[in-house]
C-alpha cells in the first residue's frame, strides 16, 4: 500500500503533482497548499503532491521522487501556470527527463498548464462578468 502525501494509506498507483512556481511568501503558499488540499479531498484515494520550481519546496524532482518511492507507476504533472513559459517549456521537462532516467519503471507525462485549458478561460470570463454586474 502506498501513502499519499497526507500519509493516509492509498492503493493509487496513478499520481499527480500540481505544480506552482514557488515563492517566499508564506500568504501565497498558503493558497497552493489549499488547492493541494481540496484536490485531494475531492479525489479521494489518490496521492496528489505539490511542488514548486523554485523558492519553495518540496521541489519537483523531490516530488516525483517522493511518488515514485512510494509505489505510484504513473505521475502526470499538471503546471498551475497561465502559459507555456520557460519554466513549463524548458525546466519542467528538462526535470522530467531526469526523473525518467531516475525511476524508470515510473511514466511520467506533462500535463497542459491550467491557464491554456478552455474552461480556465471560461472562468475568468464568468468572474469579468460578475466584477462589472
Not at 14 to 35: F, K
Not at 41 to 67: C, F, H, I, R
Not at 115 to 122: L, M, Q, S, T, V
Request: aromatic letters at 6%; zero cysteines; glycine letters at 8%.
Amino acid at each position: 500500500m502506498n501513502t499519499n502525501t497526507f500519509g493516509r494509506a492509498s492503493t493509487a498507483r496513478n499520481g499527480l503533482i500540481l505544480l506552482a512556481h514557488g515563492s517566499r511568501d508564506p500568504i501565497w503558499q498558503r493558497t497552493a497548499e489549499r488547492l493541494r488540499q481540496i484536490v485531494t479531498e475531492t479525489l479521494g484515494d489518490a496521492s496528489v503532491a505539490l511542488a514548486y520550481l523554485q523558492m519553495s519546496g518540496p521541489a519537483l524532482p523531490d516530488a516525483m521522487g517522493q511518488l515514485a518511492e512510494a509505489g505510484v507507476t504513473r505521475v502526470s504533472v499538471l503546471p498551475i501556470f497561465f502559459s507555456q513559459g520557460g519554466h513549463v517549456a524548458k525546466d519542467v521537462p528538462d526535470a522530467v527527463a531526469d526523473a525518467r532516467h531516475d525511476h524508470p519503471t515510473v511514466e511520467f507525462e506533462v500535463l497542459p498548464p491550467v491557464g491554456e485549458d478552455p474552461r480556465f478561460f471560461a472562468l475568468v470570463t464568468q468572474l469579468s462578468r460578475e466584477a462589472l454586474q
